[in-house]
């Protein structure tokens, strides 16, 4: 199989973004607390801080390429933005919530992490509309 021609410094900039946009999400300055208390997360069960943020930079990475792949070359703000939209909000977000209820998880931590992949391909469907 062929990959098709992708501008690699372009999901290599999604992927940070997505990144950074995660660690905005997750701080203190939005979601950390209510996430924190939904998760029923302490600071023992973060796990590593290198090995959380080296996985969670690849997956990233991993999920800006195969949008990349999805949308192909030059694809336009008009494409790309609805694209994002519809990944965040019809794939991802919904799965959540399939998993979420089988997990017996809670609607609002549903609602940040859901929220969180929405605004994840949004931003994606932003930059390769804008830089494509």
Known sequence: ???????YWVILLAAVLAFALGGLWYSPLLFLKAWTREARMDEAGKGHPAKVFGTSFAFALIAAFF???LLGPNPGMVNALPLGLTVGI?????????NYQFANRGWKLWWIDAGYNVALFVVFGLVFGWLG
């Not at 019809?90 to 399939?98: E, K, P």
């Open 67 to 69: 949008f990349a792949f």
């Open 90 to 98: 019809g794939f991802v977000a919904a799965t959540f919530g399939i």
């Open 1 to 7: 199989m062929t990959l098709p021609a992708m501008n």
